[in-house]
């Protein structure tokens, strides 16, 4: 796998969602990956939704994606300027789903601190290999 990480700023307003998820698909069928776009494209919409919508952040500060190709994938990163994790909630719960939903289709995924104010979710999604469904 040879690329380089993209990385990419954006203001903390739903429009910046479309944009990423354009970011992503135009890396992801130059790194030959694209096995994985549907289910990355859902990830980063559920992780960039979340930074827009759930993190309160103080005028001028943005949100910062970085996607990392991986062997048979891709890791997503976002960086936003809250300290407030999010958490996995109840599938019954009429909103707040996206976590489980990055859950199922990412091979793993987290929260991290990162340098400065704020957290990095993150989540790695690779193709299924042959005999794994």
Known sequence: MN??????????????????????????ANWGLAAVEDAALL??????????VHARVSPGREIETQFLPQPNGVRIQVDDADDTRPQLRDQAIESGRGLVLVAKLSDRWGVSGRNGVGKSVWAVVTAPREGRA
């Open 3 to 28: 690329g380089q990480a993209v990385v990419r700023r954006w203001s903390p307003r739903p429009m910046s969602v479309r944009r990423a998820r354009g970011e992503l698909s135009s890396a992801l």
């Open 43 to 52: 990830v980063l919409s559920e992780l960039m939704t979340n930074a827009v």
